[in-house]
């Protein structure tokens, strides 16, 4: 991950110049390898267990009946198990019962949905941040996404089933691009901070997302007028699925959507010019200024990029398994808001987001109340105990810019024997 | 936040369902009545989750009650914290077995008929949705709707409110605030109209729609609109933002009628309120399954008779004689002597 960014040993500030929020979590991203953001995950799993402990209940067991609800438990089901290939009638062997009837293998499907989407709204903002700038917007450029993929999708039944999906997809990506790129574009040319832009779209998003399905939107349903809900998405506007009955919410093939994704995230930014300017502006733009890269439409594109990924998302969710949309769904969703955890955690690499993205939509899962055993744990607290173990991973991810503090300032005492080490980034983070 | 019900029309349908139901259902009830099979009970919430202090709550507090008065019965209440947990909590009910599921609300509707094809042998219930309507259309026959015979209550609450205007005197005139002009919502007004009348020969109703059920603001501009003219009860059939309507008549200094819950809690202005008792819905629903009585492809309507809709506090002040007046239409609506109707005049 690191080893790919050779211009790092240079990102280091000349003295007295006061560290961005975005340099600070530059240099955060770039120390302390895989170690910090498992140290930080443990930390928060424990004092989640100290919670359940406080309320009465054994932690252990909780865990253990979390983890089951997450549908992970199946990779411990070995067998000798005869599986139908998807999407044909071909049986071979496969060490795993993939039969989505049983609770193991539906419970991993659902876990994996979640993580589909989560990778998606991750790297919306993982690529922000390798740009500098802080995408608080994911949300906003998922819903957007998500309101063209059901238009779309819930449009033109007569169309090919290729053509139709393809069709929503890109729409439904050119629109979080462009929702996105209105906050890259302000910052580039009047320098407002993309922070305050990207909430402020959020809400635009969720107000027109309200409007148009809610009762007498252009996007509600004609079926009932009584509902704030959006028709459904036509059979040629569906992902197809692999894994699971089609009726219950079977995993589909987004998920392999978002893992290409993943790759073309890493490809983009480590393989082409883009992906190298958009690194140098998030290093320090002064700098890529004086190297001759234009930093105002390095802004917009890494914003309009992330826009992609997150409309991406919410065509996913729309095409992939959800196939309608409510004003209820837009308002109480909070993915791409879990999606700043993803790319915290994560590191803002591509595969850290995909490992973190597996964790959150794990978690999420897991800590659901139907994968809950009430006995172990109130299905009641169970949810709240989803949002605290979220806050808790998010708070020490952010505590750890303080831990990776102390820990620079250690090894700058140890340094003290080699006085002629030039100057280093810690001294800018701290 | 109602959903769309037809009652009496299809109630020869309904019989018609009922009986092709009992004839099926013998063969699915005998294993109930085994010792060994514990009957069981699950409730999925809606994303407004169980501690809403409303509608998902309540129901849960059916279910609890269930728990308590049926003799080895076990629950399970599933909240959805997305729309995307509806389906899997759904699943995952009738994949564990569970006799009965109850869906909280039409916001679950599309994900329960899902389900209830896949799993024809678990019985589902809706809260306050009818079978008749899609997704259902009264052909899935593992699904019973959940009704409310709203114009019953509200009957009585619209006598009271006449009473009360006629003891006073001046203008002769009483107000409604829907929510919007939905079936669910009208089954109030038009019971209300019709009570008013009854008791008040001369009186004037006004009907109103906010056209949301959400913002206060809306309602109450409706409500004082009607104050204006002369409204002197103002009956609140809208939900949170029906609180504006009872507001606007507390700041008047006249009556407003509190729905759905007791709302008696507002202030001494609230005469009473029309309640509809979801968590006595939710307990008879699951005794009703137990029972093998359960209505596969039909609605069990909750009305006076079953104390499945109900009046809630009444204000002190209301003389003795008209509580009498009240409890004597109650009576003949139970006995069936009066029909209230469904259908906004």
Not at chain 1, 259 to 281: D, I
Not at chain 1, 348 to 377: E, I, K, Q, Y
Request: net charge positive; with cysteine.
């Amino acid at each position: 991950m690191s080893s790919t960014e050779p211009e790092q040993p240079q990102g280091g500030e000349p003295g007295g110049y006061a560290p961005s929020v975005a340099e600070r979590l530059a240099f955060y991203q770039r120390a302390g390898g895989i170690i910090t953001p498992i140290i930080t995950a443990v930390i928060a799993f424990f004092m989640g267990g100290l919670v359940v402990l406080a309320t009465g209940h054994n932690p252990f067991k909780t865990y253990r009946a979390i983890f089951d609800g997450t549908g992970l438990n199946w990779f411990f089901h070995f067998g000798h198990h005869h599986i139908t290939l998807p999407f044909t009638h071909t049986r071979v062997f496969f060490w795993w019962d993939t039969n989505a009837n049983a609770n193991a293998s539906y419970n991993l499907s659902q876990t994996l949905l979640l993580t589909t989407t989560l990778i998606l709204t991750g790297l919306a903002v993982a690529f922000a941040f390798r740009c500098g700038l802080f995408n608080i917007g994911g949300q906003g450029q998922y819903i957007t996404g998500a309101i063209v993929a059901v238009w779309v999708g819930s449009s033109w039944a007569g169309m090919a089933k290729g053509l139709h999906v393809f069709l929503a997809i890109l729409l439904a990506c050119l629109a979080g691009a462009a929702i996105a790129a209105v906050a890259g574009f302000l910052k580039a040319a009047v320098g407002a901070h993309e922070v305050i832009t990207t909430i402020m779209l959020n809400w635009i998003a969720y107000w027109v997302g309200s409007y148009a399905l809610g009762r007498g939107g252009p996007l509600q349903n004609k079926v009932d007028i009584s509902v704030p809900v959006s028709s459904d998405v036509v059979k040629s506007g569906k992902l197809p699925t692999f894994w699971g009955n089609p009726e219950l919410q079977a995993l589909h093939v987004g998920f392999f959507i978002a893992l290409g994704a993943l790759v073309v995230f890493w490809l983009m930014l480590n393989r082409t010019t883009l992906g190298y300017q958009v690194r140098a502006v998030g290093f320090n733009p002064e700098a890529a200024r004086y190297g001759g890269i234009n930093v105002a439409r390095n802004y917009v594109y890494a914003m309009a990029i992330s826009g992609v990924f997150a409309g991406l998302g919410g065509a996913m969710d729309i095409l992939g398994w959800q196939y309608r949309l409510g004003v209820l769904d837009i308002q109480v969703s909070n993915i791409g808001f879990i999606g700043i955890a993803v790319a915290l955690l994560g590191r803002n690499t591509a595969v850290g987001v995909g490992l973190a993205a597996l964790l959150f939509g794990a978690l999420v899962n897991g800590t659901s109340t139907r994968g809950l055993d009430p006995s172990v744990f109130p299905p009641t607290l169970a949810g709240n105990l989803t949002l605290m173990i979220q806050a808790l991973v998010l708070l020490f991810v952010g505590a750890d810019v303080l831990v990776l503090a102390i820990w620079s300032s250690r090894k700058k005492i140890g340094l003290g024997r080699r006085a002629a080490s030039p100057p280093s980034p810690e001294g800018a983070a701290t | 936040m109602k959903k769309v019900r037809f009652a009496a029309p299809l109630a020869a349908l309904a019989t018609v369902a009922v009986v092709a139901v009992a004839l099926a259902g013998t063969g699915a009830a005998a294993p109930a009545k085994k010792q060994a099979t514990p009957f069981k009970a699950g409730l999925v919430s809606d994303v407004g989750r169980f501690n809403d202090k409303g509608f998902n709550q309540n129901q849960l507090v059916g279910l609890k009650y269930a728990q308590a008065h049926i003799p080895g019965l076990q629950i399970s209440a599933l909240e959805s914290h997305s729309a995307g947990e509806y389906l899997p909590n759904f699943a995952s009910l009738a994949r564990k077995g569970f006799n009965i599921i109850i869906g909280a609300g039409f916001l679950l509707a599309n994900q329960e008929a899902t389900v209830a094809k896949q799993f024809p042998n678990t019985k589902f219930a809706i809260t306050d949705y009818t079978a008749f309507i899609p997704p259902f259309s009264g052909k899935l026959k593992n699904v019973e709707g959940l009704t409310y015979a709203t114009q019953e209550n509200s009957y009585l609450v619209g006598c009271l409110a006449g009473l009360m205007v006629k003891q006073k005197g001046g203008s002769q005139t009483i107000g409604v605030v829907g929510g919007v002009k939905i079936p669910p919502v009208d089954t109030f007004l038009a019971g209300y109209q019709a009570g008013a009348a009854k008791c008040d020969p001369g009186i004037k109703v006004l009907v109103g729609y906010s056209q949301d059920f959400i913002d206060q603001a809306k309602c109450k501009t409706v409500a004082q609109n009607q104050i204006d003219q002369g409204s002197q009860v103002e009956f609140n059939v809208a939900g949170p933002c029906g609180l504006g309507t009872l507001d606007a008549a507390k700041q008047a200094g006249i009556w407003g009628i509190g729905v759905d819950v007791d709302q008696s809690y507002l202030g001494s202005h609230i005469l009473t309120s029309a309640v509809k008792r979801v968590d006595t819905g939710v307990y008879l629903a699951i005794k009703g399954a137990q029972n093998g009585q359960f209505k596969g492809g039909a609605d069990l309507v909750f009305n006076l008779k079953n104390a499945g809709v109900g009046l809630g506090k009444i204000s002190p002040n209301v003389p003795a004689s008209f509580l009498k007046k009240i409890a004597g239409l109650r009576a003949q609506i139970v006995a069936g002597k009066i029909k209230p109707p469904t259908k906004v005049k």
